[in-house]
Structure formats: structure tokens, C-alpha cells
């Protein structure tokens, strides 16, 4: 009791802060647990030397520990923090249990861990020299999830010279590749990290060396299960070191909150725990809530880093099908952009410049803005106007900043904000004016029709734009230049704002955020299938779409996506999807 009241006191004391600033996340003991009793499922016999990297108050190490005091397994216990506060936690805690053969370090370990400056390259084939390298058979971490970037200047920079980063990183990457180094060959490592590298463009390193430094026992993606308190959705990764030669089969489960209105039957469990502890797979109650879990082989390719696929083999083939059947990708035609960029939405984004009358800036650089919150898959809701304070033109198709001497107001206004747009030390670094937007594409693009879709919604809301507007840093968009891209682009709203379109995003792509939320990166629809859009099929579907485009009642545009529906499973060889559950 008097342990428990120290506890909580201690916690109190680490504001949410610090707790955003440093990625510090503590793992439930029952996550905790399940973790230690997969890994313990691959453990060899003999001594055990266990390490947790960024062990905090414990929790990892107090579960691992248990299971090996249960099997009278020997073993010593290894933690690493850099807070002493959370390690006098940790201390008492495994005192309390019996746990004697520990040793508790405070001290930043990707500090303390020795790389020579020849051991470091990208594909990690290096030697080392430290008393960490080599030296544990068991490693079970949930390491902090902080972009590298938000350490600080110096602290980053340090890290990305001996771990070899490039560009923006989480700060597991270099934690990956420590814990693999303190590795035995044929040591475990048993990992919470989060999920983005499962499927991402930046994760494409992290899976290839994954691949080619792990025999992969297990994948488990925790989804939005919310098991803990991380603003990321979290994966545990299950391998053992080695080079493997040959790919062996890796186990995969995937478990996500169902929003997708499945009315069904419902497995009755008590915990979300229970649900990764059951051999079935389907849907689930647990405490109120219904979860999908989908279990299967992982499919990845060792030394490649292309995404992994989690499918079932209804899925898989399923998945086939759509691939075998289409004529084309979304990127053999077009690129997909984001939007403008102005690192300062406040000053050059607002939907009420008229409030500044007199001083309001020359009406020719305010322009329509579309933006997440008034797009939808067939219209737009102007439901208020949004328009950018634009400082840009074109002068004989180049992108030039205007002369902001004459534009008075607008020069004005900008002095208003100087400091502020002065601030941003990577636009005067990069030679351009202090007032230009950061990322401001060409201006004589917008004038075309274009396909504009959020990065982050619910549903899919491909909207098709003729009115010249300027799309915000919230959406992507798809350009047609040419009069005959026009067709293309209708044939792509169509294939993209379809139910099936949606379940192949989710299963091929497999990126959700909290609450069902999908993400529409540029390289997931970049690598949306097409059917021929020349092809009779290819034809109804874009007259579907024109229609649908210029339909304002319900109940007309419900009867032609039924349709749309129809004829984009037609175009593909297989069933209609209606549900997506």
C-alpha cells in the first residue's frame, strides 16, 4: 500500500509536458504481460540476460521477470532510463517481487551504447566494440515515440551522425537498431513500437532492416485499441536475430476497433486481451466496444522494403483479383500532390478578411481556399468561404513572388505579422522572401480541373474542382492539364469514392488512425488499380460520375452510387461491396 502511494505521487510529478516532450509512454501491466508471455514462448533454455533499453518504472521488466522466476529460469535483468525518478519506481517494484539479480542504469542508452565511426552504414553490416554489443539474449522495450526532431537541435543532430538517420524519424528507428546490436545471434527481441512503419513510405528502411536482421516470429498490430495512452496506434514486434537466408513463416494479427456498422454475430469476451489470445478470428464484444481480428501468414520479402501484407487468404485472393484486373495505376497517369504549405496558416488562411474593411488586403491575392472541412466526394459545402492570402503568380509559366510594393494593403498587413514570418529561419535560409508561403506550387495550375481529397477522413471525399481554387496543406490534389486527363480524372473519382475502392485502401494500405479515421497518402493513391478508362465499363463509370457531380438530392445520388457501385466491382471481376465489415 505504502509502495502504491509512492507510486502514484512519483507519477504525478511528470506532467503531461514532459511526457509529450520526451515520447515517454508506460506500458500497462497486462500489455506488459501478454508481451512477456509471447516472447517467453520462443525463449531457449539456459541463463537469460534481459535488457529493456527505456524501461521507466519497470513494467516490461517486472513481467519478464515473473515468467522467468515462474519456470526457476536464471536469468539477470538489465534497465536502462535516463529519469531516476521512474528507476526508484522500478527498483522497489521488482524488490517487492523478489526479482535480485537486477541492474537498473540511469543513463541515456543510444548514449551509451559504443559505435566506432567506421560501424555505422544504412545497411547496418558493421562490427562493434562495447559491453552492451552483443552481450543480452532477451530485449523487451517500448521505446519512446517522439520525432527525432522535437529532442532539440543538438540532441537530434547527434543522433542522426551515429545511427546514419536521414530526414524525419521516430525515435525508435535508432532505438531498432541499438537493441538489435546488444542482441546475442539468435537473441529475441520483443518490441511496442508504433505502427506507422508498417506501412508508410518513411517506414521503408526500418522493414527492409527488419527483414534482413530478424528470423520474424510475429506481428501483432494493437490498432486502435486504445491499450494504452499514446497518441500513436501501436504494433508489437516478435523476432529473433539472425541473417536469415530463407523467409519462414511470421504469424500476423491485426485487431481494430469495427466502425463500419457490422450487424452480425459477436464473439462475447472480456478484455481486448482475450481477443489476442484466441485462435479465432472474426469479431468480438469486449467491454461495450466490437473489434475486428484478422490473423494470417505475414507476407514480406527479406531485404526488400515493400510494405508487409497482413491479409487472411479470403483477403489476400480477394486483393489478387482487383490487381489482376486492372489496366492501370492512378500514377501512370498523374501525380498526386499536397497542397500549399504556408507554415503560418494563421496570418495567410482566413474566412473573415472582410472584418479588416479598409485595411483588407488587395482583393486580386485573396483566393478561394478548398480545405478538408467543406470537402465532400461529389460537391463542396461553402459553408464558409476560406480564402489564402496568395503571394504568388505566374509570369510565362514560372512561379514568381509578387512585388509586394504594389500591393500596399497587402504589404501592411504582412508588416503586422514581420516577426512572425520572419521566424521562419528555413524560408530566408532557403534564399526565398519572407513573406512567401513555404510550399506554394505553380500558380498557373490551379486554373485546371482537379481532383481534391483530405489526407485524413472517415470516408473517402474525392471532389471534383473546375472553379479555379487553391487547395489547402490539409488535401491532396490531382492536376489535369490536358483536355483529354479530364475523363481519367472522373474515371478516378469515381473508382476512388467507391465502397470498394475503400476496403481495398484498408486492407492493402492498413493505415488507420484512432476512431476509424483512414489516411490517404500520396503513395497509396498513387497505386489506386484503374480500369481501362476507354473501355465500355470505363465509359459508364464516368458518366455515373458526371451525374453525381451535378446531383443535389439524396435520394438520386443513393441510386446512382448504387450504381457507381455496380459497375466498379464489374470493371474489377468480382462482387459488389455495399458493407464494409
Not at 122 to 131: G, R
Request: net charge positive; proline share 3%; glycine share 6%.
Amino acid at each position: 500500500m505504502i509502495l502504491s502511494i509512492f507510486e502514484d505521487s512519483l507519477k504525478m510529478m511528470i506532467t503531461k509536458e514532459q511526457i509529450k516532450k520526451t515520447g515517454a509512454t508506460f506500458t500497462p501491466a497486462k500489455l506488459a504481460d501478454f508481451l512477456a508471455s509471447r516472447i517467453a514462448v520462443y525463449m531457449k533454455k539456459g541463463k537469460q540476460r534481459v535488457l529493456d533499453p527505456a524501461c521507466g518504472e519497470g513494467e516490461l521488466l517486472l513481467s519478464i521477470g515473473q515468467k522467468l522466476l515462474d519456470s526457476k529460469t536464471d536469468f539477470e535483468i538489465v534497465g536502462y532510463d535516463s529519469n531516476d525518478q521512474y528507476l526508484s519506481i522500478a527498483n522497489e517494484r521488482m524488490i517487492s517481487i523478489g526479482l535480485k539479480n537486477t541492474n537498473l542504469v540511469q543513463e541515456d542508452f543510444l548514449k551509451a551504447i559504443d559505435f566506432t565511426q567506421e560501424q555505422l552504414s544504412l545497411d547496418f553490416n558493421y562490427t562493434v566494440q562495447s559491453s552492451l554489443v552483443k552481450s543480452f539474449d532477451v530485449v523487451i522495450a517500448n521505446p519512446p515515440y517522439v520525432r527525432t526532431q522535437l529532442l532539440g537541435s543538438e540532441q537530434s543532430q547527434e543522433l542522426a551522425r551515429k545511427f546514419k538517420l536521414k530526414g524525419r524519424v521516430d525515435l525508435y528507428y535508432p532505438f531498432l537498431i541499438a537493441m538489435t546490436e546488444s542482441l546475442k545471434e539468435g537473441g529475441l527481441l520483443g518490441v511496442i513500437t508504433s505502427n506507422r512503419y508498417l506501412s508508410t513510405k518513411g517506414g521503408e528502411s526500418i522493414r527492409k532492416y527488419l527483414s534482413e536482421n530478424y528470423e520474424i516470429f510475429e506481428l501483432i498490430d494493437l490498432g486502435d485499441t486504445k491499450l494504452f495512452d499514446a497518441a500513436v496506434l501501436p504494433a508489437i514486434f516478435i523476432g529473433r536475430k539472425c541473417k536469415p537466408k530463407n523467409q519462414v513463416t511470421a504469424n500476423f494479427i491485426k485487431v481494430y476497433e469495427e466502425l463500419n456498422g457490422y450487424s452480425g454475430e459477436l464473439i462475447p469476451v472480456e478484455t481486448i486481451y482475450e481477443v489476442l489470445n484466441s485462435k479465432q478470428s472474426g469479431y468480438f464484444l469486449a467491454n461495450g466496444k466490437r473489434y475486428k481480428k484478422s490473423s494470417g501468414n505475414l507476407k514480406y520479402k527479406i531485404g526488400s522494403g515493400a510494405c508487409w501484407e497482413m491479409l487472411s487468404n479470403n483477403e489476400s485472393s480477394w486483393v489478387s483479383k482487383i490487381d489482376s484486373a486492372a489496366k492501370h495505376r492512378v500514377q501512370d497517369f498523374f501525380k498526386v500532390k499536397v497542397g500549399i504549405k504556408s507554415t503560418a496558416d494563421k496570418v495567410f488562411i482566413s474566412d473573415k478578411w472582410g472584418d479588416l474593411k479598409a485595411d483588407m488586403p488587395e482583393d486580386e491575392l485573396l483566393k478561394d481556399l478548398i480545405s478538408q472541412e467543406n470537402v465532400e466526394p461529389w460537391n463542396a459545402i461553402d459553408n464558409f468561404k476560406l480564402k489564402v492570402l496568395y503571394p504568388h503568380i505566374s509570369i510565362d509559366g514560372e512561379k514568381k513572388t509578387i512585388d509586394i510594393e504594389k500591393y500596399p494593403k497587402a504589404k501592411k498587413y504582412l508588416l503586422q505579422h514581420e516577426q512572425k514570418l520572419k521566424s521562419r529561419e528555413y524560408l530566408i535560409e532557403a534564399g526565398r522572401q519572407w513573406f512567401e508561403l513555404w510550399v506554394s506550387h505553380r500558380p498557373d495550375q490551379w486554373k485546371y480541373p482537379k481532383l481534391v481529397f483530405p489526407d485524413i477522413s472517415l470516408a473517402p471525399r474525392f471532389y471534383f474542382d473546375k472553379g479555379g481554387k487553391i487547395v489547402n496543406g490539409n488535401c491532396y490534389w490531382i492536376v489535369a492539364v490536358k483536355q483529354e486527363d479530364i475523363e481519367k480524372l472522373l474515371l478516378i473519382q469515381g473508382i476512388a469514392n467507391s465502397k470498394l475502392m475503400t476496403k481495398y485502401h484498408d486492407l492493402v494500405f492498413n493505415n488507420k488512425l484512432y476512431s476509424g479515421r483512414r489516411r490517404y497518402f500520396t503513395q497509396y493513391v498513387e497505386k489506386y488499380p484503374l480500369p481501362d478508362f476507354k473501355s465500355p465499363i470505363g465509359i459508364e463509370i464516368i458518366d455515373l460520375v458526371k451525374q453525381l457531380n451535378k446531383s443535389q438530392s439524396k435520394k438520386v445520388i443513393d441510386r446512382l452510387e448504387y450504381q457507381l457501385e455496380l459497375k466498379v466491382a464489374e470493371s474489377f471481376n468480382v462482387d459488389p461491396i455495399f458493407d464494409l465489415h
